[in-house]
């Protein structure tokens, strides 16, 4: 398109925000309706957006598509985890939820790498002609194997926005909302971060992503079970310290393509490594609501990808590409702080309950 690193990665800042308002909004007003209907709705919805992106590359219509993808993409993912839950099963709800955030991160591993090879043969553009053909593969699948599910009563978004007085609830997103916009600083500008900061070579950019992506998935086994094992706290903490470690050691591996390799996977882990613990953090804050609180947080990190989409943009103009790792260590110790104080809030009140018992 003939603009700056900066200027692109605002396309993230636009999806994200959509992504962030507009999903709530749509899943509280079409709550009645039949799930495995809305999501082909929805992906429809999807596929039209990423049309546009094709046929229509210049910066304005290409804006108003990524707020189309961003709209088809919230519902498609939050009615995929609702389906999963409901036509599981009894007693495999979880199991099945977990399936489907599998799929998610393996859509990651194999989406992330063959998109640069794609770009890079036959062109930019023909990533989101093929990204529609995809989505036109999972309606057929949709349609030939996902049952009729009816839909739910809607929650008003008053209900939803009413548990933000709560103060741990508030700790809880501001974890998210820190730790991801640390993340996103450095993923949303990996390719040039990667290729211009550290001096990668252009033929291992897809191997350093694949990379990347088989580190999603190792992280969040580990983080799982870390989190049943060793305790929320211990892990989130734990692994915020090994990401701001890596994420250091990132930026001085300029040029050295096996240490960046290393450092990139133990970044990754550690930041997919959190994620479960974080989710599992937030379900357990209001139990009663775990479903709402899920929700607000997926709002919450499609606007850390936003923040880390602008802030990123501003550093790069300001400064430098390597000097992303330095800047997105501080949104993780602030995240840090918040989860110990977070622990000591849930400590607190857990004596209390028990005095008052007592």
Not at 198 to 223: E, N, Q, R
Request: with cysteine.
């Amino acid at each position: 398109m003939g603009i700056t690193v900066s200027e692109a990665g605002q396309f993230t800042t636009v999806y994200a925000l959509t992504y962030a308002i507009g999903t709530p909004i749509l899943i509280s007003l079409t709550g009645k309706i039949d799930r495995r209907k809305l999501t082909l709705y929805a992906l429809g919805i999807f596929i039209i957006g990423n049309l546009l992106s094709y046929f229509f590359p210049s910066f304005a219509l290409f804006t108003f598509s990524r707020m189309i993808v961003a709209l088809g993409a919230g519902v498609v993912i939050v009615t995929a985890l609702t389906l999963a839950a409901k036509i599981a099963p009894a007693g495999k709800q979880a199991s099945s939820i977990a399936t489907v955030t599998i799929g998610f991160t393996m859509a990651l591993i194999i989406g992330v790498p063959v998109g640069r090879l794609l770009s890079s043969a036959f062109g930019w553009r023909s990533v989101f002609l093929d990204i529609s053909l995809f989505g036109v593969i999972a309606t057929i699948v949709i349609v030939a194997v996902i049952p009729k599910v009816q839909g739910d009563k809607p929650i008003p978004l008053i209900k939803q926005l009413a548990l933000l007085k709560n103060p741990k609830v508030l700790l809880g997103l501001f974890i998210t909302l820190f730790w991801l916009s640390g993340y996103a600083l450095v993923y949303i500008y990996i390719a040039p971060y990667l290729l211009k900061g550290l001096g990668l070579s252009g033929v291992l950019l897809s191997p350093a992503l694949l990379v990347f992506g088989i580190a999603c998935l190792v992280g969040s086994k580990v983080g799982g079970y870390c989190a049943d094992k060793y305790g929320i706290t211990v892990t989130l903490l734990v692994s915020m310290c090994l990401n701001i470690s890596s994420l250091i050691f990132l930026s001085l591996s300029a040029h050295h393509p096996i240490i960046i390799f290393v450092f990139l996977f133990l970044w990754s882990a550690s930041v997919w490594s959190t994620q479960p613990a974080q989710l599992y953090n937030l379900a357990t804050i209001v139990p009663s609501q775990s479903g709402i609180m899920l929700s607000l947080n997926q709002s919450i990190s499609q606007i850390s990808m936003a923040i880390g989409a602008v802030l990123g943009g501003y550093m790069i103009s300001m400064f430098s590409l390597v000097s992303l790792s330095w800047y997105g260590t501080i949104g993780v110790v602030i995240a840090m702080i918040l989860v110990w104080e977070l622990h000591r809030l849930k400590t607190v009140k857990g004596t209390q309950n028990t005095s008052s018992a007592i």
